[in-house]
Nanobody
Framework: QVQLVESGGGLVQAGGSLRLSCAAS??????????MGWFRQAPGKEREFVGR????????YYSDSVKGRFTISRDNAKNTVYLQMNNLKPEDTAVYYC?????????????????WGQGTQVTVSS
């Protein structure tokens, strides 16, 4: 089993930046291949794919709504994945979740991810 804990959320003005972290425990990223994804959910909306990163970290993929503004990275030695969010907009306001799936996968569907964190709130004021 893999446990995920997000941190780094908060309140920021439009145009600002935040970096979210997702710390994993239970399995070592160095030896256990897990694709990691970030999703978000705004009130009254469905959970939305933000981006994902392959186990090696060499491959990333982003939704069109965040491409060019958000960057996902990972440090397998620290069992941690990051979401750097720049030029934040009010429409980025949501609870952000990290998620994991064994192996190198290309899914953008939330139900394809097995491991989930509890989420961290990001609020962007205008």
């Amino acid at each position: 089993q893999v446990q995920l804990v997000e941190s780094g959320g908060g309140l920021v003005q439009a145009g600002g930046s935040l970096r979210l972290s997702c710390a994993a425990s239970g399995r070592s990223f160095s030896f256990y291949p897990i694709t990691m994804g970030w999703f978000r959910q705004a009130p009254g909306k469905e959970r939305e794919f933000v981006g994902r990163i392959s186990w090696s970290g060499r491959n990333t993929y982003y939704s069109d709504s965040v491409k060019g503004r958000f960057t996902i990275s990972r440090d397998n030695a620290k069992n941690t994945v990051y979401l750097q969010m720049n030029n934040l907009k009010p429409e980025d306001t949501a609870v952000y979740y990290c998620a994991g799936r064994t192996g190198d996968v290309t899914s953008t569907t939330a139900t394809d991810y097995i491991y989930w964190g509890q989420g961290t709130q990001v609020t962007v004021s205008s």
